[in-house]
């Protein structure tokens, strides 16, 4: 089995490297968007789908990464000064949003956090005088690597393809230390899992953190590609999509958010041939998928397992 998985890696990785030298500019764009939101969506994974969170305000971290970037580029600063200056911001703002999942959970959670997305909207689109408000920031400048410029969109693709993989791996290490295991714990059972002597609010506190430092470094890199923000961008309806990009790749699954990032970024670029009904073909889809795999498409493998061994238990009991 490993070594299965060893080859599928090994296979997707050499086509992440290969495929978008033959693409066009959109293309190319297209495949760099799935990968930010990607990195976007391995914090939600781990907010949503290992500690058992409910957070629909993720979109709200993504500005504030990208605003943070923006404003700090526009103000001289390095770019790879304000991608870890938006990281941070975003991890401490998350560990502030973490304390209302101390007292509340399930749906009331999930419109506590609502409410910040909407609230930090409200900031982006009013307060000119730092995010231009309505009007946004353009012609943000994408950053340069060693006298190499990465203006262009493969190289730039290149740099988040890279920021993509060494996230991933410190995913993996996180969920297979003691911390994932407690995270773990904390979405089976909270009253179990203190009672064993994890602290829980601790970790539900660096869930929160954790996933909002992942998307504000999406945030940053995706203010560099588009060259643009705007509020626009950072809605409650954005945070919902990638909520839906997580439960549809399968929420505590590691390979979720890139199945589900494809699902939400790709797929209706592949719809758009159905013109005006693309929206409903995409919503349609989603609702059966959802109906059919409710744990998402992760868990195809986990169900035919399942139903394997129900079958040979029953051929057991029948003999």
Same mark, same amino acid.
């Given at each position: 089995?490993k070594?299965?998985?060893?080859v599928?890696?090994?296979?997707?990785?050499a086509?992440?490297?290969?495929?978008?030298?033959?693409?066009?500019n959109?293309?190319?764009h297209?495949f760099t968007?799935?990968?930010?939101?990607?990195?976007a969506?391995?914090?939600? =994974?781990?907010?949503?789908?290992?500690?058992?969170?409910?957070?629909?305000g993720?979109?709200?971290?993504?500005?504030?990464?990208?605003?943070?970037?923006a404003?700090?580029?526009?103000?001289?600063?390095?770019f790879w000064?304000?991608?870890?200056?938006g990281?941070?911001?975003?991890?401490?703002?998350?560990?502030?949003?973490?304390?209302?999942?101390?007292?509340?959970?399930?749906?009331y959670?999930?419109?506590?956090t609502l409410?910040?997305?909407?609230?930090?909207?409200?900031?982006?689109? =009013?307060?000119e005088?730092?995010?231009?408000?309505?009007?946004?920031? =353009?012609?943000?400048?994408?950053?340069?690597?060693?006298?190499?410029?990465?203006?262009?969109?493969?190289a730039?693709?290149y740099?988040?393809?890279?920021?993509?993989?060494?996230?991933?791996w410190?995913?993996?290490?996180?969920?297979?230390?003691?911390?994932g295991?407690?995270?773990?714990a904390?979405?089976?059972?909270?009253?179990?899992?203190?009672?064993?002597?994890?602290?829980?609010?601790?970790?539900?506190l660096l869930?929160?953190?954790i996933?909002?430092t992942?998307?504000?470094?999406?945030?940053?890199?995706?203010?560099?590609?588009?060259?643009?923000?705007d509020?626009?961008?950072?809605?409650?309806?954005?945070s919902?999509?990638?909520?839906?990009?997580?439960?549809?790749?399968?929420?505590?699954?590691?390979?979720?958010?890139?199945?589900?990032s494809?699902?939400?970024?790709?797929?209706?670029?592949?719809?758009?041939?159905?013109?005006a009904?693309?929206?409903?073909?995409?919503?349609?889809?989603?609702v059966?998928l959802?109906i059919?795999?409710?744990?998402?498409l992760?868990?195809?493998?986990?169900?035919?397992?399942?139903?394997?061994?129900s079958?040979?238990?029953?051929?057991?009991?029948?003999?």
């Amino acid at each position: 089995m490993k070594r299965t998985s060893l080859v599928l890696g090994v296979l997707a990785l050499a086509l992440l490297l290969a495929v978008p030298a033959f693409l066009k500019n959109y293309g190319i764009h297209l495949f760099t968007t799935w990968l930010v939101f990607v990195i976007a969506n391995m914090g939600l =994974n781990l907010t949503v789908g290992y500690a058992g969170q409910k957070s629909l305000g993720h979109a709200a971290f993504f500005g504030i990464g990208a605003y943070t970037t923006a404003i700090l580029l526009r103000e001289g600063f390095s770019f790879w000064l304000g991608l870890p200056a938006g990281a941070l911001l975003c991890f401490a703002v998350g560990l502030g949003l973490g304390f209302p999942a101390l007292r509340v959970q399930t749906i009331y959670l999930a419109f506590a956090t609502l409410g910040f997305n909407t609230a930090l909207w409200l900031v982006m689109r =009013n307060e000119e005088w730092l995010t231009g408000g309505t009007f946004g920031i =353009n012609n943000i400048p994408r950053p340069s690597l060693g006298g190499l410029s990465l203006d262009r969109n493969l190289a730039f693709y290149y740099l988040v393809l890279a920021a993509a993989l060494l996230l991933a791996w410190l995913m993996a290490s996180l969920l297979r230390s003691p911390w994932g295991k407690a995270f773990k714990a904390l979405r089976d059972n909270p009253i179990r899992a203190e009672s064993l002597g994890i602290d829980t609010r601790r970790y539900t506190l660096l869930s929160f953190a954790i996933g909002a430092t992942y998307a504000g470094i999406a945030g940053g890199l995706y203010a560099a590609q588009v060259q643009f923000i705007d509020p626009s961008l950072f809605t409650v309806g954005q945070s919902i999509m990638m909520y839906l990009m997580v439960v549809v790749g399968g929420p505590g699954y590691f390979l979720g958010p890139l199945l589900g990032s494809a699902v939400g970024v790709v797929l209706p670029e592949w719809l758009r041939f159905a013109q005006a009904w693309y929206l409903f073909v995409f919503g349609t889809a989603v609702v059966l998928l959802m109906i059919w795999l409710p744990d998402g498409l992760l868990s195809l493998p986990d169900r035919i397992r399942a139903r394997r061994l129900s079958r040979q238990a029953l051929a057991a009991r029948a003999l």
